[in-house]
Structures are given as C-alpha cells and as structure tokens.
C-alpha cells in the first residue's frame, strides 16, 4: 500500500474555522466528482483571498471562498493572471488552450 501524508498549509493547527472546513468539504466533494485520483499537488488556505483549495498537478485548483460555491482557478505561470470557471471541464479547456 502507498500512502503519502497530505499537509494543509495556511491554516492554524489549534482548528479550522467552520467556513474553512464548509470550504474544504466542499473541494473535496468537487475532487471526487471531477477528478478523482488526480494528483494533488498542495492543499491550502490563501489568507489573502479567503481560499480554501486544492492544487492539482495538472494546473487547475479547485477553491472555495468563505464555504460557497466551488470554483476552478488556472493561473497562468508567464503573467500570474488568474482565471475562475465554473466547471473543471472549462478549466482544462482553458489549460489546453494556453499550453
């Protein structure tokens, strides 16, 4: 059996605030349905933008402000413009379209 351990940086290792836990259900729900068994690569909480994600290899994060609605995050490397869609097929749409 492989098992890797999974860190959650960015938030505080006394607890989780109830919207960052709401938020963090609510990628995981997403990873599932999406793409699950893609790899991840880092999964955090953005104190400057109130995001909870998931960072995936591949480029797209799911992310999730203040436990509403989920949304996939591209950022593109040469500029750092960041684009939100609705949907992980658009995001990597998005992906295949700048690559």
Excluded: K
Excluded at 9 to 20: N, R
Excluded at 22 to 44: K, T, V
Aim: net charge negative.
């Amino acid at each position: 059996m492989n098992t890797q351990t999974l860190t959650i940086h960015g938030l505080s290792s006394d607890s989780i605030a109830y919207c960052e836990a709401q938020g963090l259900g609510l990628c995981f729900s997403a990873y599932a349905d999406e793409c699950a068994g893609g790899d991840i690569l880092e999964i955090g909480f953005n104190p400057n933008s109130g995001y909870v994600y998931i960072a995936l290899e591949n480029g797209v994060s799911i992310c999730c402000a203040f436990g509403r609605g989920v949304e996939y995050l591209v950022t593109e490397w040469e500029n750092g413009e960041e684009h939100f869609f609705d949907s992980y097929h658009e995001a990597e749409t998005f992906l295949e379209y700048v690559n």
